[in-house]
């Protein structure tokens, strides 16, 4: 059964304070790995997809990397604006089926 | 930016209604999708469709459950008899032409079944 984990499952930064988000996966035949944010209330936003280990993609002040069994979404000194909950999915399958984490829940206070 | 939209936000319902919830995807996409969310636990896929059928279904996605695309814009959901359970928020996704395309969600339905 293919298995996403999100650590840690709360996160409380400082404004600036950088940090990094894992997510380990266990899954068989990983087509790409995606990262969205989701606000309260909301639907899950889009954020970056990786689809090799080695790769990394950067969106201001976030920057996401892949390895064979995880990722990490680094936090560069963030900003209140950033407090969200943010998921990693993985791609399997050959109908995009996505299998989400359960998030980590980032605030950033001033 | 072209975005999926869902009617309606909240759904109120009772136990054994059938409910349909609604979804415009991205007008140039192909590919459809439902997922989701009881409260405080992960988003959950439940069904993908393509080409006018579905072409990947979840264990959650019982005979309950139908999709339909009954017109060129138009995704729905419907729930025939709903469970106290299925309370939940039920997001649609929609994704373009690539096979690793993005998928773009809506801001959801949340139904609530008493």
């Known amino acids: 059964e293919d298995q996403v984990t999100q650590s840690p499952e709360a996160l409380r930064l400082q404004e600036g304070e950088s940090s990094s988000l894992n997510c380990s996966y266990t899954v068989s035949g990983l087509r790409g790995l995606f990262w969205y944010r989701q606000d309260p209330g909301k639907g899950p936003e889009f954020l970056f997809t990786l689809y090799s280990a080695g790769e990394e993609k950067e969106k201001e002040r976030l920057k996401a990397t892949l390895t064979k069994k995880e990722s990490f979404l680094h936090i560069t000194a963030p900003k209140p604006e950033d407090s969200a909950t943010y998921l990693c999915?993985?791609?399997?399958?050959?109908?995009?089926?996505?299998?989400f984490g359960t998030g980590t829940r980032l605030q950033v206070t001033l | 930016e072209p975005e999926v939209t869902q009617t309606p936000s909240h759904q109120v319902t009772q136990m054994g209604q059938e409910v349909i919830l609604r979804c415009v995807p991205i007008s140039n996409h192909l590919y459809f999708y439902w997922y989701r969310q009881i409260l405080g636990q992960k988003v959950e896929f439940l069904v993908s469709?393509?080409?006018?059928?579905?072409?990947?279904k979840s264990e959650i996605f019982d005979d309950q459950f139908s999709v339909e695309r009954p017109d060129g814009s138009n995704f729905t959901l419907k729930i025939r008899s709903t469970k106290l359970e299925d309370s939940a928020m039920y997001f649609c996704a929609s994704r373009g032409r690539g096979g690793t395309s993005p998928l773009h969600f809506g801001n959801g339905t949340r139904l609530t079944v008493t």
């Open positions: 469709f393509y080409n006018n059928e579905i072409s990947e």
């Open positions: 999915a993985a791609h399997t399958g050959t109908a995009s089926k996505l299998t």
